[in-house]
Structure formats: structure tokens, C-alpha cells
């Protein structure tokens, strides 16, 4: 009876502590900040659910797992990253004469790329016609917050995910981490 009762006990108080750390989590917002290289991050608490929570909660991850063929009993964790990806470009605009349908014609023709993003466009008359091209590397480091007193660190306090975007025109505009629970 009095280990029954201890079980049950320790699985109450890990539930407790389980639904506090996500009310933090979901009463958090997001740190945007800059890294020390001028590159766009984020930094995020983890949200720790039930299946039965995701299930009901978030519905575009079930979704997406589904369209991937994998169960959502089978999940670990889900992360999902917004960016947005903002070039101010200047460039000049050359003409170019195009031989078409047996005329000549002129074409004004505009390029600008750097490491991240390339354009290039034709305008014709009225009519502009523009090729976007942006490439970008997100990455997520998932790690473990120490609780601490003065210097000392000792256990886990929290779990975060911080989100880095490689392409400096790129602004990371939300982040959200959920594990499961098993």
C-alpha cells in the first residue's frame, strides 16, 4: 500500500513539474537576438506534450507527419522555424539587343547576386519579369539550462532551442520546440 502510494506520488509530482515547465514555455515569448557574426537567431523553451495533447493541439504537425508516412506514436520532438527574407538590391539595368521573330529588339536586362540571394530580370516595355533565388541553412541546437545558485549549476531547469538562419537577409520571425512524452 505505501509503495503504491510513493509510485504515485513521484508520478504526480513529475506530472506537476512537467505541465509548470510548459506553462512557462507557452507564457514565454521567443528571444530574438543577433549573434556575435550579424546572423538572425531565436531561442525557445520546450513544450513537453502528450501524444494525446499534439494530437489535439497541433493538428499541422499530425498533418505533417501523416504526409510523410510516419506515426505520430512514432515522433520524438517537432520543431518548426519561420524566417523571412528581406534584399534591398540596387543594381544597374543594361540594355541587351535580342534577335526575336526575325526583329531586333531591345531588352533592358538587370543582375545582382551575393552568397545568399540572386536576382536577375528582364523588363520589357511595362512588364518587369524578376528571378528570385535565396538560399539559406537553418540550424537547432537543443540543450539543457542548469538551475543555479550563485556559481553553482546543478541539475536541469529547462530545455531551449536555439535557432541560428546562415543567410544574413534573413530574419527568423518564430520557433516553437515540442517534445513528447512517452
Given at each position: 500500500?505505501?509503495?503504491?502510494?510513493?509510485?504515485?506520488?513521484?508520478?504526480?509530482?513529475?506530472?506537476?513539474?512537467?505541465?509548470?515547465?510548459?506553462?512557462?514555455s507557452?507564457m514565454?515569448?521567443?528571444?530574438y537576438y543577433?549573434?556575435?557574426?550579424g546572423?538572425?537567431?531565436?531561442?525557445?523553451?520546450?513544450?513537453?506534450?502528450?501524444?494525446?495533447?499534439?494530437?489535439?493541439?497541433?493538428?499541422?504537425?499530425?498533418?505533417?507527419?501523416?504526409?510523410?508516412?510516419?506515426?505520430?506514436k512514432?515522433?520524438?520532438?517537432?520543431?518548426?522555424?519561420?524566417?523571412?527574407?528581406?534584399?534591398?538590391?540596387?543594381?544597374?539595368?543594361?540594355?541587351?539587343?535580342v534577335?526575336?521573330?526575325?526583329?531586333?529588339?531591345?531588352?533592358?536586362?538587370?543582375?545582382?547576386?551575393?552568397?545568399?540571394?540572386?536576382?536577375?530580370?528582364?523588363?520589357?516595355?511595362?512588364?518587369?519579369?524578376?528571378?528570385?533565388?535565396?538560399?539559406?541553412?537553418?540550424?537547432?541546437?537543443?540543450?539543457?539550462?542548469?538551475?543555479?545558485f550563485?556559481?553553482?549549476?546543478?541539475?536541469?531547469?529547462?530545455?531551449?532551442?536555439?535557432?541560428?538562419?546562415?543567410?544574413?537577409?534573413?530574419?527568423?520571425t518564430?520557433?516553437?520546440?515540442?517534445?513528447?512524452?512517452k
Amino acid at each position: 500500500m505505501l509503495i503504491s502510494v510513493c509510485a504515485t506520488n513521484k508520478k504526480l509530482t513529475s506530472e506537476n513539474e512537467r505541465l509548470t515547465a510548459n506553462n512557462t514555455s507557452l507564457m514565454e515569448r521567443a528571444d530574438y537576438y543577433e549573434t556575435e557574426a550579424g546572423k538572425s537567431a531565436a531561442s525557445v523553451q520546450k513544450l513537453e506534450l502528450t501524444y494525446s495533447e499534439l494530437e489535439r493541439n497541433y493538428q499541422d504537425v499530425c498533418q505533417t507527419a501523416h504526409d510523410l508516412n510516419i506515426k505520430v506514436k512514432r515522433l520524438q520532438a517537432a520543431a518548426t522555424t519561420a524566417t523571412q527574407t528581406e534584399v534591398k538590391v540596387v543594381t544597374e539595368i543594361r540594355d541587351s539587343i535580342v534577335y526575336r521573330d526575325g526583329l531586333l529588339d531591345s531588352l533592358k536586362v538587370l543582375r545582382w547576386q551575393d552568397p545568399w540571394v540572386s536576382v536577375a530580370g528582364e523588363i520589357r516595355g511595362r512588364e518587369v519579369e524578376l528571378d528570385v533565388v535565396s538560399c539559406d541553412t537553418i540550424k537547432q541546437i537543443i540543450h539543457r539550462v542548469p538551475k543555479k545558485f550563485w556559481f553553482i549549476k546543478w541539475g536541469c531547469k529547462a530545455i531551449r532551442q536555439e535557432v541560428v538562419s546562415t543567410n544574413p537577409h534573413t530574419k527568423i520571425t518564430y520557433t516553437e520546440y515540442i517534445e513528447l512524452k512517452k
